[in-house]
């Protein structure tokens, strides 16, 4: 058997086929596996930004050549363009408030859903499916009707004797039924939150019911600092998303009424397609990165203070 082996190791088409095999365990293999997505990374993602970028500093309108300006663009975006102002106020007061109500009610509905009962995959498959088509302007269309003023919630409230008003075409109440819109479309968050759930060892509690910790103690003890990592990772990525929402805003209320529901990404479409200011939309598009960016900045350096990580001895770094 040990001749055997040795002759069948040193067969000369074993040895012609070994040099075909350490070159697909090359480098070269992996790029030409992901040249798909770095080919379509590079003319979809990074050749537009660019682009973007330059033309911010031009007067491009599509009709004409674009026209190099410097940073005149930026300078009146900052000092004297008034909708601008308006447009970041109502986009941080929009994600101030939708980006805790999501991840409460992604939390809550995660902790429920974590119980181990009978069927309840089909309960997490019906409760994520709104997120599906969350984004879809048939969504926008129907929670446009739902709070309007012959819509389904004033309907509801008419049999409690309670006059409803038109919500979406209420300055006072039209920005936060986007708010609560976003809130409801809470499952890529939920997915999240419950395999995150599903990390903390269930040791945890059984000792700190031992020591006759209630459910509460559990939940602010054990629950939320297990879940530290997870929060922090969702509020990154719901204050991108919030950032940029446009559909509700654009279908629901078009910005109205009174410019309340006058987002950013509303204004910078407006700037770029209604106007044809391409340069100008361009230079918006550089400072919302830039918002983000910054946004993000604080959630990360404030992270050392309240994410937790049990492979950091119990504390961030």
Known sequence: MKESAATSLSDPLIKRHRP?????ESPIAGYLFISPWLLGFLGLTLYPMLQSLYYSFTDFSLLEEPTWVGLRNYNRIIT???????????????????VPLRLVAALMVAILLAKNIRGMSAYRTAIYFPSLIGGSIAVAI??????????????????FGIEGTGWVTNPDTALWTLVLLVGWQFGSAMVIFLAGLKQIPNDLYEASSVDGAGKTTQFFRITLPMLSPTIYFNSIMGIIGAFQMF????????????NSTYVYSLYLYERAFSRL????ASGLAWIMLLIIVASTAVIFLTSKYWVFYESEGGKSK
């Open 20 to 24: 075909t095999i350490k070159r697909w």
């Open 247 to 258: 559909t509700p805003a654009m279908i629901i209320t078009n910005g109205g009424p009174a």
């Open 277 to 280: 200011q391409m340069g100008y």
């Open 142 to 159: 129907l929670w446009k009707n739902i709070f309007g003023k012959e819509g389904f919630v004033n309907n509801i409230l008419a049999h």
């Open 80 to 98: 004297s363009d008034e909708r601008f102002i308006q447009a970041v106020k109502v986009t941080f007061i929009y994600v101030a408030a939708s």
